[in-house]
Every structure is written in C-alpha cells, then in structure tokens.
C-alpha cells in the first residue's frame, strides 16, 4: 500500500521540521488507533501532529491513563490526568447488530473507520467484531437504534484491553478504507466527467427546448454549466 496516507501532511499544509516531524511518527505510533473522534480530532493522526504541535496529551479516552503516561514519556511533558471533557477510560467494547432491527440503511457502513460492518443497501448488517474498534462511530447514525456496544474485556481499560497488534490492525483497516473511499470518488468523478462529455459533444440533441429563438441561449447556458463541471472535474485529477 506503501506509506500510510495518515503519515502524509494534509493536502495544503507543508512538510513539518523533521524533528517535529519525528515526534508526531512517535506519538501517532503510541495511540490506539480506534479512531473514534473522542480526542476532538478527525482521527488518531490528526491528533498525533496537534499533539506534535503542542496540544495536550491526555485527550484520548481510549489509551486511558497508561495510554497518557505513553505519551508523556515521548513528549517529556506531565502525565495529567485523562480529561473527562473527551471521555472516560472503561473497558473496550465491539458493536453488536440487532440483526432483527436492522433495516440495511447503510449509514453504519458509512461511519465505520475501519470497515468492520458488512451489507449492503436494503440488506442486514452485520459486524465484523476483530476489525471492531469499539468507537461508537455507528451508534449515533443509527436510525432504528439497532446497535448496541458489548464489553469484551470485562474490567480491563485502555491499554490493558488493546493489544499493539490490534492497534496496528485498525490502523491497517483504517488505512484501507481510505483508499477505497479516493479510489471510488475517483470512478465517480470519472463517470460524471464522460457523461458530461457525451453531453457536450451533442448538446442541442440533449437539450429539451423549445424550437426557434430561445433554444440557443438555452443551449449555451447548459454548455456552460457543462464545461464548468468538467473544468473543476480536470482540477480535482490534478490534485490527487
């Protein structure tokens, strides 16, 4: 898959000093990856290069308090305590399908960070619980309220409920989906792209006008309706 696109600056912003750089590769390696969003960042990544950049260190509820000490050693900042305003440490839970419920909305599917829920539209879903991360992502889309969270670890919390390999797996899976999600935007915009072309190439033909005077500003009103989609279609090729 070659290098993780988390490990990647976001698109605009340019490369950190490479000792920042250094730090956020040791930080981001240090959490668990769940990418539940807990943190107030986008994912696990995210948080690693705010934290690079000065941001606290206790704000990831899933690490819990080892998970803080973690981070504290890297950083040679104080271990505070965890922050309650991000979350609770407790144990590690998977999500779990009420499959009689479940009416195949798809929005489950669509909130997992690791692709860990299977079906599709119309259809019962269903978890795939190693690839589950226990982030609740899925509980709040819910419209029938059908999942519910399962404790797998009974009293064990943080770091003591998640294994180094399981971490690397979610971020694995995490990664994946990513360049699943670039790959399908990219066939689509593709798509769209070659029917506006088919469209242009013949347009009187598809466009439904009135014969005589207005059919010509009409025609050239979708031209160019049509030509500014394709422009913004070829700009977002050359950014990927």
Request: proline share 7%; aromatic share 4%.
């Amino acid at each position: 898959m070659g290098e993780s696109q988390s490990l990647i600056p976001p698109s605009g912003q340019t490369q950190a000093p490479a000792d920042e750089q250094a730090l956020f590769l040791a930080l981001h390696a240090a959490l668990p990856q769940t990418q539940c969003t807990r943190c107030g960042y986008p994912d696990c990544a995210a948080y690693a290069r705010a934290m690079a950049q000065g941001e606290a260190i206790n704000q990831c509820p899933p690490g819990g308090q080892e998970g803080v000490a973690r981070l504290a050693r890297i950083t040679g900042r104080p271990a505070l305590p965890l922050s309650t305003e991000h979350g609770n440490e407790g144990p590690r839970h998977v999500a779990i399908i009420d499959e009689d419920w479940c009416i195949g909305c798809t929005l489950c599917i669509k909130a997992c960070p690791t692709d860990a829920i299977v079906g599709s539209n119309k259809r019962m879903h269903t978890v795939i619980e190693p690839w589950c991360t226990g982030c609740e992502l899925c509980i709040p889309v819910c419209p029938v309220d059908c999942i519910v969270l399962e404790n797998v670890t009974e009293a064990r919390s943080g770091w003591a409920a998640w294994s180094q390999k399981e971490a690397q797996t979610a971020l694995q899976r995490y990664e994946a989906r990513k360049v699943r999600l670039a790959r399908e935007a990219q066939a689509n915009d593709e798509r769209l792209a070659a029917k506006a072309e088919m469209k242009l190439a013949d347009l009187p033909a598809h466009t439904q006008v009135p014969e005589g005077a207005a059919a010509q500003p009409e025609i050239d009103r979708k031209r160019a309706i049509l030509e500014a989609a394709l422009a913004k279609a070829r700009a977002k090729q050359t950014q990927r």
